[in-house]
């Protein structure tokens, strides 16, 4: 068993996630592997590199002295060259992709992606690696993510959750059509409807929404990680609204919960979703140059798993169950590094 592992600090806007890093580190420390986060905190047997890293130099060195690197991919950037996002936001992206690329094309010894979408997407635009690679799906832990605990689901009204980090940068647009989804249930299918968001949104955007939202919207704002299983269990569903993502922690954080999840089938939600653990529907146009979303498949997606109730919400904690467990998840980073000369 590796006794330290070298978790390099994550680049901003660069793959990786704040949650993963969290979740890794308190799985391996159960483990009693020490973690560290420098690459010159030596001895360590093994490099995770959880997206990139700016510090080439540093892998460089790690590489010579025969030090395994495994490389975790989330996807890569792109809304950027398809919204206005600034000349900055531009620059940082496609610096991130290059980053990212040259870890995977020339240091890594073994690639980790999150999941068969995220590896075919790589592999399409920059090409097959020359080292061995491994799908394993984000993990969360089943006793602190679980259905059962304090929760205040309305019982007169259908909640809708939408769970993102930050709803900027490009990412306004799963907020506009979470919104079009809540007014084609109040208006068309005549449902009482709310529509609470988790995440980072601009002042000016809430301030619109208000005014022109269908139905009532609740600002949660940044939630910390601890509140987010209870923000979880007071949804009727979850809508995921990132396209083309590789593994949201969102979705399988809900599904833990027992909260069944909404979704287009972009990315690896068919791969993450089971029909009984809620609705994956066609997005009705090429989600990669954003055409109009099939507003009506979701509106009809999200009544089915309203009507489903109880069962789709046990379906939703079984399949996280059976998939996602924290500690599979760990297991199989091991046998990734170990593979490499770890023991």
């Not at 979880?232 to 590789?246: E, F, P, V």
């Amino acid at each position: 068993m590796n006794k330290t592992i070298c978790l390099t600090p994550r680049v901003s806007g660069v793959g990786g996630m704040v949650s993963f890093r969290h979740k890794l580190t308190m799985g391996l420390a159960a483990r009693g592997i020490r973690v560290t986060h420098d690459l010159n905190d030596t001895p360590f047997e093994a490099v995770l590199v959880i997206g990139g890293t700016r510090n080439l130099a540093g892998l460089w060195r790690v590489k010579r002295r025969g030090v395994p690197i495994v490389q975790r991919l989330n996807g890569m950037n792109w809304l950027h060259r398809k919204r206005k996002t600034g000349l900055r936001h531009f620059l940082r992206a496609e610096s991130g992709n290059f980053l990212l690329n040259t870890i995977r094309t020339r240091l890594a010894d073994h690639i980790v992606y999150q999941s068969r979408f995220a590896q075919r997407w790589w592999e399409r635009v920059y090409g097959p690696t020359p080292v061995p690679s491994t799908v394993i799906y984000n993990g969360v832990d089943l006793d602190a993510y679980t259905p059962d605990g304090e929760h205040s689901r309305p019982a007169d009204r259908y909640r809708v959750l939408l769970v993102e980090g930050s709803l900027q940068g490009g990412y306004e647009m799963g907020l506009e059509t979470a919104v079009q989804l809540v007014r084609s249930l109040v208006i068309t299918q005549r449902l009482p409807v709310e529509l609470m968001v988790a995440g980072k949104v601009a002042s000016e955007l809430r301030a619109h929404w208000d005014a022109n939202a269908p139905a009532p919207i609740r600002w949660a704002g940044l939630v910390p990680r601890e509140r987010i299983p209870k923000i979880d269990r007071s949804a009727h569903l979850l809508y995921s609204a990132d396209l083309n993502a590789a593994c949201p922690n969102a979705v399988i954080e809900a599904l833990a919960c027992g909260l069944p999840v909404l979704a287009f089938d972009t990315g690896a939600l068919p791969e993450l979703v089971s029909p009984d653990a809620g609705r994956v529907v066609p997005y009705g146009g090429d989600p990669w140059r954003l055409d109009p979303p099939d507003i009506s498949a979701l509106a009809e997606g999200a009544r089915e798993i309203f009507d489903a109730g109880k069962e789709m919400r046990a379906a939703a904690r079984a399949r996280a169950r059976q998939m996602f467990g924290l500690e599979g998840m760990v297991e199989r980073y091991l046998e990734a590094v170990g593979r490499l000369g770890g023991n």
